[in-house]
Every structure is written in structure tokens, then in C-alpha cells.
């Protein structure tokens, strides 16, 4: 069998120094000898491929969006890549289940707007509305409603697997409840690539709501910030979104948008919002929240309109974009428990003061996760390279001993790897290893990343 019987549009298939240079710089590979790039739009041309694959025994690497951040399908030498990018269609939409089932290579954005139109509401929402669903599956993205909705794992009702042996694995149901053995659904959702290739992903859907609104609050410091949020958990308020930021990380998106934030009071903020079925329900958790954070004295409290919505969100958005014009930088999504959100951030200003180099920090306080940009500022790449790994292994230990993970939705991949094995155990690693072979004896889909 030879690729061009598999993929029959010469547009669809790249083989070796057919593959634009372009596409290679773009998605941050190293390789420079690939076997072929492959465009499938066909569950039929996965599984063809997959067999192609092992015919020659040739590594397999998938691709999508390019929008991770931790080099989880970055290549090398020789292997096959298979972008979904053109499976991106939207296959049924089950009112009577509210299940919408969707390609890998649809974005996260198209997913939203199709729901929305409708009346529907998909929460899952991470800062990169261009990803793919089938890379927000393969990290188990969460983004800034997981607070109140959760995250990607709690939308996926059910999935088509290919495996590296061509095999097609129908995994998860329709109906709600399982109590039927393993759940392998949940084992291929975060596993970044490595122990199956999606074709189709049976999304759950929830009604809209109709009333939304966003809310500052501006603190003296993010340590007041964070403390405040401990208040607001333990509070239970029927929070939708909690975003935290110092001002000299709002102010890069500022710059490079030439556009304020709606509040210039204060040196740290909780940018919330709240949804709801009515206005009095949702001004009722507002007047809640003032109450709750009003012991934590913050500079001011602003509910936003329509317009300052849209900017104060956009510019948070922007942060991690305004951060990487500025500088090379390690981005960190750290999580921890909600109680400890303070603790983490206080100790990355002392490695920052130890160290040298420069944080910026921001990130979802609802739900403990951290998004800490280590910034490489103008060290040679061999001092960057001794510096960062330095501090990395310093945070990521720390991070453990807390109670933490070393990340919370943009997976493990090569970047994370090293302090992955450096903060869990050999019998963990170990059993880790042993679902990777269970799936791909022979260690060619998506090697050398997460295990």
C-alpha cells in the first residue's frame, strides 16, 4: 500500500521534501527528515494510515492547531505526521440527548459560535479559541468556566479511537450513568496523543444562560487578591469564572492592544464573572460577593457593561500573547489546591527575587490553577538553558510538596517530562508505562511524551 492510495488529493499528502518548510517552522518541529505529512478527512483514511504505518514500521505523530504549550507532538527524524486540521466538520447535533458529535480538527471557537446560535452552551473555554477539540481531549483543556462547569473530560460523552494498530475502540456512551467496567474514556482523555488517535468526539451540551455578568474587584496586592478568593469559595458563591492578574501583567496586554483596563485602581484583580437564568439571581450572587470580599477592603468593585466586558475579557485573553512579544519565556501552568493559591504565588516571588529572572503571573484562582511565564529577558540560550532548568525543578518540587500537579490543562508533553519523573514516584511512572504499552507495544504513536 503506498500513501497515495491512502490519501488521494495531492493538496492532503506531503512526502519528505515535499512538506513545506513553512508547516515544519510553524509547528515548532525539530525534525528534518519526516517520512510524510498526511491531511486525513476520513475515519477509513486514519485506519489506513495506521496500517501503513506499521507495514513500515514508521512513528506516528498527530497533529492539530498547534496551540500547545508543552511540545506534546513535536517530531523529530523519519516519523509520519497526521494533521486533523482538515477533519473539522460537525457531524450531529442530538437535540433529544443534547449531544453534539464533532471532528478532532474543529476549534474550540467554531464549537462555541454553533452552540450559541442555536440557544445551546458548550462551557469549556480555554484562552486559545483556535484549538482543536481533539487537542483539548488529548489535554483535558479546562480554561476559565472550569470553576463552576468543569473541564473538557466532564463535556466528552463519547469517543472513536483509532489505535496504532489500525484497531478502531468505541469508548464512553450516551447515557449518563456507567458503572460498566473500566472506564477507558477517561484514560484516553489527557493522554496527549500517546495511546490513540480521535476521529470522533459525542460532546455534551447544556442550555444557554441567559443572563451574564462580569465584575472587578481591585485589590492592593495579589496576596489580598488570593485570599479573597479562599473567602468566595468558602462562601460557595455560584461563581462562573475568577481570573487573577497583577497590574504590570494586564498593562502588556494594554500596551500591545493600546487599550485600558476597565479599572486602573489597585495592584492586583479578580476579573469574575456570574451567569444565570435571571438578573435577580445573578445580582443576587453579585451583592453576595461584595459582602464576602468586602473584609479583604479591595480598592474598588466594578460591574462591567457590555462594552467594558468585552474589552477587560479580551485583554485578559491577550496576556500570554503580550507576554511572548516581550520576551522567550517558560510558560507554567501550575495547580494546586484553591488554599494554597497565595502560598504558590508568594513563593514564586521569592524565586524570582532568588533567581533573577523575571515572572509574570496570572491565571484561574477559582480552581487553583496558575499560569506563571518565567521570562528569559537577555541571557544567552546556555545561561537560559542552566537558569531555567534550575528554577523549574525548584517550582515543580515545590509545587508537590504542597499538594500539587505540574499541570493543569496544557499536559505534560517533552517540556514538562523531566520534572513529571523528578515529582512522582517509580510505582506510578511504572503503571503509567504499562497502559502505554497495553495500547502501543511497540512505543510508535506519539513517543517520548508524558511517558
Known sequence: ???SEIILDADRLFIGDEIPRD??????????????????LTKGEVVDLMHYAKEKQLVVIPSGANSGLAHATEAHEGELLIDFSKMNRILDFDLDTLTLSV?????????????QERGFFYPPDPASKHSTIGGNVATNAGGMRAVKYGTTRDYVRQMEVVLISGEVLEVGSLAIKNSSGYNLKHLFIGSEGTLGLTTRIDLKIIPLPTVNQSVIAAFPSLPVACEAVISIMRDGLDITACEFFERDAIA???????????????????????????????LAEIARLEATIKTHAPEEIVLLNEADTVTAWKLRDSILTAVVELSENEPLDLSVPTNKIA??????????AKSGLRFVSFGHAGDGNIHACVLRGDLSEAEWAVKRHEVLSELYQYVHDIGGLPSAEHGIGLTKKPYFDQVFDSSYRHYLKQIKLAFDPENRLNPGKLV
Open 23 to 40: 508547516y515544519l517552522n510553524e509547528k515548532q518541529t525539530k525534525a528534518k527528515n519526516l517520512h510524510a505529512l498526511a491531511y486525513p
Open 103 to 115: 471532528e478532532p480538527g474543529i476549534t474550540i471557537g467554531e464549537v462555541q459560535k454553533y452552540v
Open 252 to 282: 502588556l496586554s494594554e500596551k500591545m492592544l493600546n487599550t485600558p483596563f476597565p479599572s486602573q485602581k489597585g495592584q492586583a484583580y479578580l476579573l469574575m464573572t456570574f451567569d444565570g437564568s435571571s438578573q435577580e439571581s445573578v
Open 1 to 3: 500500500m503506498n500513501l
Open 343 to 352: 502560598t504558590l504565588f508568594n513563593y514564586t516571588k521569592e524565586v524570582e
